[in-house]
């Protein structure tokens, strides 16, 4: 597989123009972070409520434009945010999709990939479970096979994000991102060195599959034990994100599940915003103080999903 570069985001940037939403970037609450300047990124407010859209989009059309698209469709596997942006992506550009998602998703997940018209399949309690019966797919009918985050088009169109968050924000410093497999982080990773932007990766303390990685100086299988597994539950980094996780000397950071599940509180409480629990984990860095930033710094955080149910907050 070859390693995404900012010319890919760049393609994807034309190719999803128009489809995919600019995301809003706001600033934060005034105080409180030693003097910097804090804006959030809320690229939650996709169409299917993550920020999987952007790859998403990239990846049909991309595939559409080569004529390598199969007569059968797509088929993903994912914990549901990827599944739900590859179904909404397959519907907007008239592409069958099939969705194999653990029995541990969401239900509000899976109704909505229902209500996309995705012929959904639930199989096994992980991710890996679903990656595996969603490739045996593929092989029996010849669908194209999409992975939630080891593809150049997916990471390519996740990168569009840091373009449209320099473009709100003059002079930004950071940009603070939770990492699952690795797809977000990578498409960030390649449009923040472009534009000499910090990277800050953050994962759940038993979610740790990048920073096992730069441990390792290799993708190692890690396990699986978070509040945010559902979105950040990969197993195994991908190769590209480790190349520019080392590229970028990103810094890669934990927070524990009691972190996260305030930051999402948080944003409820003073912002009334509604995310997942993936959504808050790089809030989740700042305001547990694990990211502290330099007097008139200029942070800009990740909101990437909000694919929950609005009734678990209090």
């Known amino acids: 597989m070859s390693i995404p570069q900012y010319d890919d985001v760049k393609a994807a940037r034309?190719?999803?123009?128009?489809?995919?939403?600019?995301a809003p970037v706001i600033p934060a609450d005034a105080?409180?972070?030693?003097?910097?300047?804090?804006?959030?990124?809320?690229?939650?407010?996709?169409?299917?409520g993550s920020f999987k859209d952007r790859g998403a989009a990239n990846f049909i059309a991309a595939h559409r434009q080569s004529s390598?698209?199969?007569?059968?469709?797509?088929?993903?596997?994912?914990?549901?945010?990827a599944g739900l942006a590859c179904a909404w992506a397959a519907k907007a550009q008239g592409v069958n999709a099939t969705v194999f998602l653990p029995t541990?998703?969401?239900?509000?997940?899976?109704?909505?990939?229902?209500?996309y018209g995705a012929d959904v399949r639930l199989?096994?309690?992980?991710?890996?479970?679903?990656?595996?019966?969603?490739?045996?797919?593929?092989?029996?009918?010849?669908?194209?096979?999409?992975?939630?985050?080891?593809?150049?088009?997916?990471?390519?169109?996740?990168?569009?994000?840091?373009?449209?968050?320099?473009?709100?924000?003059p002079g930004l410093d950071t940009v603070i991102v939770a990492v699952g497999g690795g797809g977000l982080f990578t498409g960030t990773a390649i449009a923040a060195d472009h534009h000499g932007v910090k990277v800050v990766a953050v994962e759940p303390s038993n979610c740790r599959a990048l920073n096992a990685a730069i441990e390792a100086?290799?993708?190692?299988?890690?396990?699986?034990?978070?509040?945010?597994?559902?979105?950040?539950?990969?197993?195994?980094?991908?190769?590209?994100?480790?190349?520019?996780?080392?590229?970028?000397?990103?810094?890669?950071?934990?927070?524990?599940?009691?972190?996260?599940?305030?930051?999402?509180?948080?944003?409820?409480?003073?912002r009334r915003i509604v995310v997942e629990h993936g959504g808050a984990t790089a809030l989740a860095a700042l305001l547990s103080g694990a990211y502290r930033p330099?007097?008139?710094?200029?942070?800009?955080?990740?909101?990437?999903?909000?694919?929950?149910?609005?009734?678990?907050?209090?």
């Not at 797509?74 to 945010?81: C, E, K, L, T």
């Not at 541990?104 to 209500?115: D, E």
């Not at 096994?124 to 593809?151: I, Q």
């Open 104 to 115: 541990t998703a969401p239900q509000v997940k899976v109704a909505k990939l229902r209500a």
């Open 217 to 270: 100086d290799e993708p190692v299988d890690v396990s699986v034990d978070s509040v945010a597994a559902d979105s950040l539950g990969a197993r195994r980094v991908s190769e590209m994100a480790l190349h520019w996780a080392r590229r970028t000397q990103a810094r890669s950071l934990l927070v524990p599940d009691e972190a996260i599940t305030s930051a999402r509180q948080t944003l409820w409480d003073h």
């Open 31 to 48: 105080g409180g972070f030693g003097g910097a300047e804090v804006f959030l990124a809320l690229d939650f407010m996709q169409h299917s």
């Open 14 to 22: 034309e190719r999803i123009d128009g489809i995919t939403r600019t």
């Open 123 to 169: 199989v096994g309690e992980e991710y890996a479970d679903a990656l595996v019966a969603s490739r045996r797919f593929a092989a029996e009918t010849g669908a194209l096979s999409s992975h939630a985050y080891d593809d150049p088009y997916i990471a390519a169109g996740a990168g569009t994000l840091l373009p449209e968050i320099c473009a709100a924000v």
């Open 294 to 314: 330099q007097p008139q710094e200029r942070v800009a955080v990740v909101l990437c999903g909000a694919n929950t149910d609005p009734a678990s907050l209090a």
């Open 68 to 81: 390598s698209m199969s007569d059968a469709g797509v088929v993903i596997a994912s914990g549901g945010n």
